[in-house]
Antibody, heavy 118, light 109 residues
Framework: QVQLQESGPGLVKPSQTLSLTCTVAGGSISSGVYYWGWIRQPAGKGLEWIGR???????IYNPSLKSRVTISVDTSKNQFSLKLSSVTAADTAVYFC??????????WGQGTLVTVSS | EIVLTQSPGTLSLSPGEKVTLSCRAS???????LAWYQQKPGQAPRLLLYGASSRATGIPDRFSGSGSGTDFTLTISRLEPEDFAVYFCQQYGSSSTYSFGQGTKLEIK
């Protein structure tokens, strides 16, 4: 069973770039079985899909975030990463990474809280 | 973008009761691309159903799903104490994008 773990700073200043990494265990990120995605959840609110990446490097982003999001993959480290630029307080949320078998998110990381504050 | 609307926002029920949760889409969703998740406080969501009605690995058969087009439902036939949580629907649609409903919270009466 695939296991995922998010890591990165828990506090980011406004206007800076949020950077998170997801480490995958229990399977190769480049196997092609899964896509790899990011989802976020502000406190007490619903889930917002951010984007996904295929091991080949092809990406699809949420149109509402597309101008600020970059997702990349490092197959040598079995990791994929999220960068969100020009953050504001509205980007404060728990960020989850997940495996995506095409159209559902099968396995999730535990989530990491990122707070945007000066 | 397809918007998913879940109702009701909160339900107060007792263990042993049957419950049906609703997920309505702003445009037609292919049955294959509608999923349901359960989320407990402080935890990541867990996949319950995919393809509108297929249970994910390890999901008890008291969970069932149905629907087509724009109207989908999740039914729990007999609530267990561990079923009190928030439930989200999710769709995968045109342009290979995803969206989630805002969630329905099941709380113990």
């Amino acid at each position: 069973q695939v296991q995922l773990q998010e890591s990165g700073p828990g506090l980011v200043k406004p206007s800076q770039t949020l950077s998170l990494t997801c480490t995958v265990a229990g399977g190769s990120i480049s196997s092609g079985v899964y896509y790899w995605g990011w989802i976020r959840q502000p406190a007490g609110k619903g889930l917002e899909w951010i984007g996904r990446i295929h091991p080949s490097g092809s990406t699809i982003y949420n149109p509402s975030l597309k101008s600020r999001v970059t997702i990349s993959v490092d197959t040598s480290k079995n990791q994929f990463s999220l960068k969100l630029s020009s953050v504001t307080a509205a980007d404060t949320a728990v960020y989850f990474c997940a495996s995506c078998s095409g159209w559902v998110f099968d396995y999730w990381g535990q989530g990491t809280l990122v707070t945007v504050s000066s | 973008e397809i918007v998913l609307t879940q109702s009701p926002g909160t339900l107060s029920l007792s263990p042993g009761e049957k419950v049906t949760l609703s997920c309505r889409a702003s445009q037609s969703v292919s049955n294959s691309y509608l999923a349901w998740y359960q989320q407990k406080p402080g935890q990541a969501p867990r996949l319950l159903l995919y393809g509108a009605s297929s249970r994910a690995t390890g999901i008890p058969d008291r969970f069932s799903g149905s629907g087509s087009g724009t109207d989908f439902t999740l039914t729990i036939s007999r609530l267990e104490p561990e079923d009190f949580a928030v439930y989200f629907c999710q769709q995968y649609g045109s342009s290979s994008t995803y969206s989630f409903g805002q969630g329905t919270k099941l709380e113990i009466k």
